[in-house]
């Protein structure tokens, strides 16, 4: 029952989020529709544009201020949920105000193309229609939002590789286990399904510490364990390992000949602290990630302590555990355990889903320019006239590439501000050991081919499918 309840609140919040996108795209076509000139000689409309003009700045500025605001709001500030609504309803109000820019580009373009060839002439006047508007407002309004997937996935994937940090040793099989009960039961299947696959068992001991000494790592704990966990660490089997001996594993070139461990009387229900003085040595981790203060297990043990059973490791350069392994481990194990393999990060890819959604959008908008004009309309009579079927083709490929460009070219500007004002609130630390933001390089040659390249793919396809019927038998 809580599986179906969770997947209807899903499918709610992917309705509400498919709401609150078409909204803005839907007005962004209706304006736009309404601010073309509805015939050759009539001309735009004035209030309209105004909107678009106050739509668009108030929503350029509500992106800015939002932005600026999310760089100093600290993790967990209730304010943080409130700017991320306002930049979202900035981004809205551009994607409306939109609209009306694009009869109005549309139009300049006219005016400047009444000295070319008749079908690039008849093509820009056809391209200032409310139809045309509205095609061209939706591919805008699509190509705003792929950029701003773009923009924004970029991003987000920059600050989360900077907030990655390893497990483990790349390619290393980690097992762990709700409870300490669990260790024994989970350590025989590894063995099962990785038979004469050397495992590394830790260990863990709570509220032990090690006054004046620290690693870059920052770890005050230490790990337990035996000669191979030790082997681990290093990654050379040629490390030496002695019961008695403490490791200091660190790539700084630490050399201590003892250290000192504070830790909690073991037994009898005691919790006043104990220190011991242990004997130490230094060696190079394999990984970053492993720098750590090593102690033996029976070292432990002769404190009077008993360390519990922390984590299960298949050392990578003994074997590499595969996907196939994995998964069979992972259905052995069910509920009582649970696998992970190191991979390094991995890039979360959703956003090119949305990004890919948005450009097809874009472009099957653009493609329905390409459809069969009437013969006995006005630019079909002056070109069959004028040229025959090689003046219909460039009038096809010209009218839906005119079209295409005014939408992308106005949608490339809009999804550029609204991707990388959003980029600051979406990318703003969520905890207080979140890493500062880190730099990132939008996807400039990605966004250059989309801006470019869709107008062109439109106009040969138009070119490709011809015009009218009667074109079609008449022209070559």
């Not at 997947?7 to 609150?20: K, S, W």
């Not at 061209?136 to 950029?147: D, E």
């Not at 908008?365 to 459809?371: D, E, N, P, V």
């Amino acid at each position: 029952m809580e599986e179906v309840i969770l997947a209807v609140l899903d499918a709610a919040l992917m309705v509400t989020i498919l709401c609150v996108v078409i909204a803005p795209v839907y007005g962004s076509v209706m304006l736009a529709a309404r601010t073309a000139p509805i015939s050759r000689h009539a001309r735009l409309s004035r209030p309209h544009l105004v909107w678009g003009v106050v739509l668009t700045a108030a929503g350029v500025a509500l992106l800015v201020v939002t932005a600026r605001s999310s760089r100093v709001v600290v993790p967990h500030h209730p304010a943080l949920a409130f700017i991320l609504l306002a930049a979202l309803a900035g981004a809205a109000l551009l994607l409306l105000g939109i609209g009306p820019a694009i009869p109005w580009l549309a139009a300049l373009l006219g005016r400047r193309a009444v000295r070319l060839a008749a079908p690039v002439r008849l093509a820009a006047q056809g391209a200032a229609g409310p139809r045309a508007a509205a095609v061209a407002a939706t591919t805008a309004s699509a190509t705003a939002l792929a950029l701003t997937f773009m923009i924004v996935g970029t991003a987000q994937t920059a600050q989360e590789r900077a907030a990655y940090s390893p497990q483990a040793r790349s390619g290393a099989l980690v097992v762990t286990w709700p409870s300490a009960e669990q260790a024994a039961a989970v350590r025989a299947v590894v063995q099962q399904e990785l038979p004469g696959v050397p495992i590394v068992q830790s260990y863990r001991l709570p509220n032990v510490d090690f006054p004046g000494l620290e690693l870059a790592s920052d770890s005050s704990s230490g790990v337990i364990g035996d000669e191979g966990l030790l082997r681990y660490l290093t990654g050379d089997p040629s490390t030496p390992y002695d019961e008695h001996t403490a490791v200091i594993v660190t790539a700084d070139g630490t050399d201590v000949g003892n250290v000192t461990i504070d830790y909690e009387a073991c037994g009898n229900g005691d919790t006043s602290s104990t220190t011991k003085i242990l004997s130490a040595t230094a060696a190079r981790p394999a990984a970053p990630q492993e720098e750590k203060i090593f102690l033996p297990v029976a070292a432990v043990r002769e404190l009077g302590c008993r360390p519990e059973p922390e984590e299960l490791l298949i050392d990578p350069s003994v074997h590499r555990t595969t996907a196939i392994e994995q998964e069979r481990l992972d259905r052995r194990l069910g509920a009582s355990g649970t696998t992970y393999v190191e991979q390094g990060f991995q890039a979360q890819d959703g956003w090119k889903v949305f990004a890919g959604a948005a450009i097809a959008l874009a472009l099957g908008a653009a493609l329905t320019m390409t459809r069969r004009t009437p013969a006995d309309s006005r630019p079909m009579r002056v070109l069959l006239r004028v040229g025959g079927g090689s003046s219909l083709r460039w009038f096809a490929a010209c009218r839906a590439g005119l079209v295409a460009a005014c939408g992308t070219a106005t949608g490339a500007a809009a999804g550029c501000v609204m991707g990388l004002q959003l980029a600051w609130p979406l990318t703003a630390p969520g905890e207080w050991e979140s890493p500062p933001r880190v730099p990132f390089e939008p996807p400039w040659p990605a966004i250059a081919v989309l801006v470019a390249g869709l107008p062109v793919l439109v106009a040969a396809i138009a070119a490709v499918l011809g015009t009218t019927r009667r074109g079609n038998r008449g022209g070559g």
